[in-house]
């Protein structure tokens, strides 16, 4: 074969990738409105500063529940959660492992909901923790131990076979936000401010077991271990939501856990009268997740135990006060827009 053939053939072969690649950023989900969960894990990556205090691993219940601002403009933590929707405790474990490849918190914050969660659940919760994720064997690792049986790897490693539907769904925000994202968290929480209460609670129905599964217990294992071998305090702690039901037989083995390895397990429902939480006032989805009001009051709680287990106040380093207040300054003008929009006064 000639060289100008060697060259057509390789320009022809450039430019169909180029045009699968577009097609690809292009039809990937964005998380600008309605479900912006998905596009939390990749706002770590972008981050400017990371060398992070605490990190934050598990569901909705740090995500919605803990305001990183509150704990920086309190305490002068330095800290950020590296949370997704239904959040399995495998895929916490390798966002762990991964946040290692780029600093080494002083404390690891996970929320033992997914304890209760033995196999992989749902591609579509699966897709909004593992697409954001930068490529590395981590990803890999991460990808396997998270899929169901309809899902297949290759999809993961070239979305557009997943997602090539879309190209009749596409908005302008798929366009507009092809290469650079909007900003959908503040390190990593997702605020609201309305409000609505918990009312009529129901109680949790019998279960056949409350044991929790071998697969959960390995990997909280292996998450111990790799705090242990870094030198990062693992706290364990349940979010105050009232559902889903936390039930006294999962809370005891957690106990039982923690204090055969000496951890430290905090069930922030217990202390939800010391805290000051409100379940009229507030929560925005009748218990689930705390709104603004109780991720304040949650946060300002918690931040006083960080600090008291070391965990130093950086308000004096110029760079992250110029961080914070930028953050700062698009957290109020977010708390102003929702107010308009739920016509709060």
């Known amino acids: 074969m000639n060289k100008g053939k060697i060259f057509k053939y390789t320009a022809v072969a450039l430019i169909v990738c180029v045009i699968l690649f577009l097609l690809q950023r292009l039809t990937m989900p964005k998380y600008t409105e309605g479900i912006v969960e998905g596009a939390f894990i990749a706002e770590y990556y972008r981050e400017p500063a990371k060398d992070f205090d605490v990190i934050f691993v598990g ?11 509150e704990l920086w403009n309190e305490y002068g933590i330095h800290s950020y959660i590296r949370g997704s929707a239904q959040q399995l405790i495998w895929q916490s474990y390798y966002l762990l492992e991964d946040t290692l490849r780029y600093e080494t918190p002083k404390a690891v914050v996970f929320n033992i909901q997914s304890l209760q969660y033995d196999t992989p659940q749902s591609e579509a919760y699966n897709r909004m923790t593992l697409d954001g994720m930068k490529w590395s064997p981590v990803k890999v690792k991460d990808i396997i131990a998270s899929m169901t049986e309809e899902e297949n790897f290759i999809e993961y490693v070239f979305p557009i076979l997943r997602y090539h539907s879309r190209i009749t769904e596409l908005t302008a925000d798929d366009v507009k936000y092809m290469f650079k994202a909007k900003p959908a968290s503040f390190n990593g929480y ?156």
Request: hydrophobic share 30%; charged share 35%.
């Open 59 to 69: 569901d909705c219940e740090v995500y919605e529940n803990f305001s990183p601002v």
């Open 190 to 345: 997702f605020m609201r401010v309305d409000t609505k209460p918990a009312e009529n609670v129901p109680e949790g129905r019998p279960l056949p077991s409350y044991d929790f599964g071998e697969h959960a217990w390995e990997y909280l294992d292996k998450m111990r271990e790799l705090c242990a071998e870094n030198g990062i305090d693992l706290i364990l702690i349940k979010a105050p939501s009232l559902h889903p039901y936390w039930y006294p037989e999962y809370d005891s083995q957690v106990r039982e856990y923690a204090d055969r390895y000496g951890l430290t397990y905090i069930n922030f429902y217990d202390v939800a009268e010391d805290i000051g939480i409100d379940y009229s006032t507030d929560t925005y989805d009748a218990g689930l997740h705390m709104n603004l009001s109780g991720a304040k009051k949650l946060s300002h709680y918690f931040g006083g135990i960080l600090a008291e287990r070391g965990i130093p106040d950086r308000r004096d380093d110029e760079e992250l006060k110029k961080i914070y207040e930028d953050e700062n300054r698009r957290y109020e003008a977010e708390i102003l827009s929702q107010k308009e929009k739920y016509g709060i006064e």
